[in-house]
């Protein structure tokens, strides 16, 4: 059976990553928006899965630092498909 995961799933779920990390921080939206030089509407359309744009999400990553998470899992996965063509 296949397990599809929709845009939207995964839009909302980042959402709710940034606003757990923001409140972890006991941050306002309007605190970490002035932090990253964003609107807190823009802060706010994040964590609500409302097409937030890749500088935003990275913005926000960078700020509490999980760019490395995300750059290891790109890494990990072009490494990958490099061995998997070099296989054939």
Known sequence: MLDFITIKEVKTNMGQLCRQLRKAQKLTKLELAEELG?????????????????????????????MKSLNQYILDKTNDLNYNQSMY
């Open 38 to 66: 964003l609107s807190r509407f823009t802060v706010a359309k994040l964590e609500n899965g409302e097409n937030p744009t890749l500088d935003t999400l990275l913005k926000v990553l960078q700020y509490f630092d999980e």
